[in-house]
């Protein structure tokens, strides 16, 4: 079975991924220049990561072509981040989909006051637009991943459109609500995503983005990265792809690291003003140590064992 050999190789340490990928500017401000920041990904596999010297967003270098993303997603992406054995979503999965789904719904009242005209940008497993057309509004999902669109289709009778983003069509001001769930980290082109969606978002909708926070407690560089998180965002650098795509934080909801609720920007798209040193104070900001030394300590041992537990846990428990 070359998927399970495939997830296999993909936990086996100090060895690299199957991919050459390239080189490419940083999608948020187009530089070129880059500082290093870890040389291995928290399975301690050789991944080597970089941050954008000018305005610090943090990306996988080189960068694994769309082919070579379409392969790892096509093959053993979910079984090699989800514990998917078959192409049904597995049951944890859907226990924090649905438990997610009802968060993100809650969390989005203030714009979802009558019917609403909602798009889930990378609608997954399809439980936040299932909940959203039982609360009565007109949804549609965009998720490239075939099995879980599907799954969306059949469990729950929705409309997912499963091609790459790129090829999806709307009107611009189609959608009141778009929502983007743990989704930006995995495309090559995220700020040309977040553009698109704002296209689409009508004059007084609302953006929903939620990321990783690569600020977050873990500040371990071999803690963080993953070869499926191709960019990492902090709640500044997303703010910043926002004030691109001609968006900003709408007041009405609070920020939350890097969840945050966009709207459009009265004054259409602006280049943020950069700042000073914002990549070297990313790079500063992940501990150096030698990945032997971390491996030696035993914490790789306790994330690891954590990481099996939550799930072998959460597959156990009644669904
Ligand atoms: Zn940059």
């Known amino acids: ?33 880059r ?28 960068m694994p072509t769309e082919s070579e993303l379409g392969t ?37 009242a203030p714009a979802l006051s009558g019917p609403k005209r909602l798009l889930d940008f990378g609608s997954g497993s399809g439980e936040f637009l299932a909940l959203a057309a039982r609360a009565g509004h007109d949804v549609r999902g965009i998720e490239p991943g075939e099995s879980f669109a ?15 983003w790129q090829q999806v069509e709307f009107a611009p001001g189609s959608f009141d609500v778009i929502t983007s769930n743990h989704v930006l980290e995995h495309l090559r082109e995220p700020v040309s995503a977040l ?14 983005v939620s990321v990783p926070n690569a600020l977050g407690k873990r500040r371990h560089s ?23 795509a001609g968006l900003e934080p709408d007041p009405r909801f609070a920020m939350a690291g ?9 004054g259409g798209a602006s280049i943020p003003v950069w700042g000073e040193e914002q990549g070297r104070w990313m790079a ?20 690891a064992l954590h990481r099996f537990r939550k799930v072998a846990g959460e597959s156990l428990a009644r669904g």
Request: hydrophobic residues 40%; contains cysteine; proline residues 4%.
């Open 258 to 266: 890097t969840t945050i609720v966009f709207r459009k920007r009265k």
């Open 72 to 108: 790892y997603y096509a093959g053993e992406y979910r079984l090699d981040y989800q514990f998917a054995f078959s192409s049904k979503p597995p049951r944890f999965h859907l226990r924090r989909s649905r438990r997610d789904a009802a968060a993100r719904l809650a969390l989005l």
């Open 1 to 33: 079975m070359p998927k399970l050999l495939a997830a296999i190789k993909n936990q086996i340490p100090f060895t690299r991924y199957a991919y050459r990928g390239e080189a490419v500017a940083c999608n948020l401000c187009g530089s070129h220049h």
């Open 222 to 244: 071999f803690q963080h990265f993953h070869f499926a998180h191709v960019y990492n965002f902090t709640p500044q650098t997303l703010i910043w792809a926002g004030q691109i």
């Open 35 to 62: 500082l290093s920041i870890s040389q291995t990904d928290r399975r301690l596999k050789i991944l080597k990561t970089v941050a954008c010297e000018q305005c610090g967003l943090i990306r996988t270098d080189p």
């Open 195 to 208: 553009k698109r969606m704002a296209e689409w978002l009508a004059e007084d909708g609302v953006l929903f």
């Open 284 to 303: 500063a900001h992940f501990e150096p140590s030698s990945p032997l030394r971390f491996l030696l300590s035993g914490r790789w041992f306790v994330d």
């Open 150 to 164: 599907a799954f969306a289709r059949n469990a729950y009778g929705v409309t997912v459109d499963s091609r790459v």
